[in-house]
């Protein structure tokens, strides 16, 4: 069994920075994983965010966040990280690490955390 675990989200004021983590384990191919961030606001599809290779250097990023928000792996290839700039209130929303696959589509990834709350203040 493969646990994900995300922490990092909080409140901010429009313009700031945030900073996600996320760790994956309990497998040990773990570090062989493709791994991404999702995103779901209130009573709205989830969103892809970014993906970041096995080999740490390929990453994927949806169209409306490239540019702002940067994934990066730790040096615990198990560990991903989600850097989030010129945050605006739109970027409100749940946020999920996943594990398993390099795609857009959320029914691609096998492994779940249980999603750490982003809020935007205006």
């Known amino acids: 069994q493969v646990h994900v675990v995300e922490s990092g989200g909080g409140l901010v004021q429009a313009g700031g920075s945030l900073r996600l983590s996320c760790t994956a384990y309990?497998?040990?191919?773990?570090?062989?994983?493709?791994m991404g961030w999702f995103r779901q606001a209130p009573e709205k599809d989830r969103e892809f965010v970014a993906a970041?290779?096995?080999?740490?250097?390929?990453?994927n990023y949806g169209d409306f966040v490239k540019g702002r928000f940067t994934i990066s792996r730790g040096n615990a290839k198990s560990t991903v990280h989600l850097q989030m700039n010129s945050l605006k209130p739109e970027d409100t929303a749940v946020y999920y690490c996943?594990?398993?696959?390099?795609?857009?589509?959320?029914?691609?990834?096998?492994?779940w955390g249980q999603g750490t709350q982003v809020t935007v203040s205006s």
């Open positions: 309990g497998r040990t191919n773990i570090n062989n994983f493709a």
């Open positions: 970041i290779h096995a080999n740490g250097i390929d990453t």
């Open positions: 996943a594990a398993g696959s390099y795609y857009p589509q959320a029914n691609t990834y096998d492994y």
